[in-house]
């Protein structure tokens, strides 16, 4: 073989080494983007259908919205308000917002909550384990001050429209839905055994709950 | 030819490598930012702590499930008058089966750390029985 034959050969061979490589390359990163696409897709679709799927206002979207908040608790999305009062919705490991709030307890279980605060003087909420909560959604009542004036905050899954509120006199009201919750100021709600907060799930079930009986221990 | 390429590589990634590891090490060394300035008043949570007997020192009073005849349940925030007085000024409910859902309160303590910034204090239920002491002084 002559010196030129040999550098053609050498300078082919060159050409299909880069050749091949760059097929090798785009095949590669075209799989990958198929991998990761179909990861996004499979995280998207897990997520729906995981129990805080059922509500909007827990929504990555949501979340993201509201981490410029820095009245909220930690994490927390604000869904509605009253007044003074704040609601928010939360989700995560109970292990997790126990850690993010200084306090030690192990526990992997998943729960949503309902916080009902007023900022720089505090609050209270309901957590519960994420698919109990997704079926039956969350009632919370909060009673502060001397007169332990009552507040009743409600968060429900998708679909729910309106929760309704009944008087000790009978009379009943609808008020509307919006991000999952509800929040009203009722002194006037019926007392235990009759049902003060009631709302039609979309599959049909309705939840009826009374309202808490006097405080004990007084 | 390649050792002295990988030499060059290796060369031109250490600084961002040490960059990288400092500055993990600072993230971890920041109080805060893995808990570290927890305060907690009941080291022994979740057993029942003793009942406040102080000026300041207030208490949370968890399971009170009679109220919904087993059905529900509540967490309540006492306010200590002294002696053995104490005035309930905040209780959160939920009429929701206490099998599956738990309450808590929420506190702020503005001057908690002598330099009027806000601390918080959630104190879960968790289906425990008990009582748990909270101050705010």
């Known amino acids: 073989m002559s010196r030129s034959s040999f550098l053609i050969l050498r300078s082919r061979n060159a050409r299909l080494l880069t050749a091949v490589s760059i097929t090798l390359l785009a095949a590669m990163t075209g799989t990958a983007m198929i991998l990761a696409k179909g990861a996004v897709n499979s995280s998207a679709a897990r997520y729906r259908r995981t129990p805080a799927g059922a509500f909007a206002v827990l929504s990555q979207k949501a979340r993201r919205a509201h981490r410029a908040s820095i009245n909220g608790p930690r994490g927390a999305v604000l869904a509605t308000s009253l007044g003074s009062h704040q609601v928010y919705a939360w989700t995560g490991s109970s292990a997790e917002a126990l850690a993010s709030l200084h306090v030690n307890m192990p526990s992997a279980a998943s729960d949503i909550c309902l916080i009902e605060q007023e900022p720089g003087i505090g609050g209270g909420g309901t957590c519960g384990s994420a698919k109990a909560v997704a079926q039956h959604g969350i009632v919370g009542v909060s009673e502060v001050g001397d007169s332990l004036h009552r507040i009743v905050s409600v968060l429900v899954p998708n679909g729910v429209e309106y929760v309704t509120f009944t008087d000790r006199d009978g009379s009943s009201y609808n008020v509307k839905v919006t991000h999952n919750a509800v929040i009203v100021d009722d002194q006037d709600l019926a007392a235990p055994p009759t049902t003060a907060v009631s709302y039609k799930l979309p599959g049909g079930t309705t939840e009826a709950m009374p309202m808490p009986g006097a405080p004990s221990g007084l | ?137």
């Open chain 2, 1 to 137: 030819m390649g050792l002295r390429q990988a030499s060059t590589i290796f060369r031109r990634l250490t600084p961002l490598v040490a960059m990288i590891a400092a500055t993990a090490a600072v993230m971890i060394a920041t109080p805060g930012a893995l808990g570290a300035e927890a305060s907690y008043h009941c080291p022994n949570y979740p057993e029942s702590c003793a009942k406040a007997n102080g000026p300041n020192q207030n208490y949370i009073d968890f399971n009170e499930s009679t109220n919904y005849s087993g059905y529900g349940v509540c967490a309540l925030l006492w306010e200590y008058l002294g002696g053995s007085s104490y005035k309930l000024i905040e209780r959160h409910c939920t009429p929701n089966p206490e099998t599956e859902y738990h309450t808590f309160v929420v506190r702020y303590c503005p001057h908690i750390n002598g330099h009027g910034e806000t601390e918080h204090y959630y104190n879960y239920n968790y289906n425990l029985a008990g009582r748990q002491v909270w101050i705010c002084e």
